[in-house]
Every structure is written in C-alpha cells, then in structure tokens.
Nanobody, 124 residues
Framework: QVQLVESGGGLVQAGGSLRLSCTAS????????MGWFRQVPGKEREFVAA????????YYADSVKGRFTISRDGAKNTVYLQMDSLKPEDTAVYYC?????????????????WGQGTQVTVSS
C-alpha cells in the first residue's frame, strides 16, 4: 500500500493558478499510474487528469484540457497538477490516486490508493 499526501490547495481568484502536489511513500512509485480527481459536495467524483507510470502519456477531462497539466517527478515520488486559468466551477476537493495495474484512467474505481484531498476554491 502507498500513502499519498496532497498539498497546494487554497483560495484563488478566477483566472489565477495553483499547483497541487501529491507525494507518495510506501511502495514503488515509479510503476504506478497516477490520477487526479475532484469532488463537490452532493456530486459524484469527477476525473480530472492522469499520467502513466513513465510520465510520457497523459489524459485530461475535456473540462480542464488546455488549462491543467499533470506531470510526475520520479526522484521526488511526486505527481503535480498545474492548474491555470482557473474558473469558479473548478472549486472542489481534489484527490490524487494511485493505480498499480492496467485499467481505465478515468474510472476512480480502478485506482487502489487515495490521498486525503485538498480544497481548491476559485472566487469569481
């Protein structure tokens, strides 16, 4: 099992930027696919972005494509989510997740471990 700790959330004005970090420990990070999801109270969890184990392949939800960038640093066991041009509708709790097997990158049920979440609030 891997422990995931997110950081970097906060309050930002619309149009601003934030960078979320998720640091992993407890298992071989380099062989894990990683994803970011978000959830608003009362709504289902939503896929945001994912990156494969090598970092060479990335996936994005249509709602964030062109504004968000996912990346990973194997030396630091960390995955990042750079969020630019933020909108009020991006407000949510953001979670990172790890997947240790082949699966659907956008399906949260395919992921094995989750972080505790970090709040992102975008004011208009």
């Amino acid at each position: 099992q891997v422990q995931l700790v997110e950081s970097g959330g906060g309050l930002v004005q619309a149009g601003g930027s934030l960078r979320l970090s998720c640091t992993a420990s407890g298992r071989i990070f380099s062989s894990s696919a990683m994803g970011w999801f978000r959830q608003v109270p009362g709504k289902e969890r939503e896929f945001v972005a994912a990156v494969n184990w090598s970092g060479r392949t990335t996936y994005y939800a249509d709602s964030v494509k062109g504004r968000f960038t996912i990346s990973r640093d194997g030396a630091k066991n960390t995955v990042y989510l750079q969020m630019d041009s933020l909108k009020p509708e991006d407000t949510a709790v953001y979670y990172c997740a790890a997947r240790y097997h082949q699966g659907t990158h956008s399906d949260g049920a395919e992921y094995d471990d989750w972080g505790q979440g970090t709040q992102v609030t975008v004011s208009s």
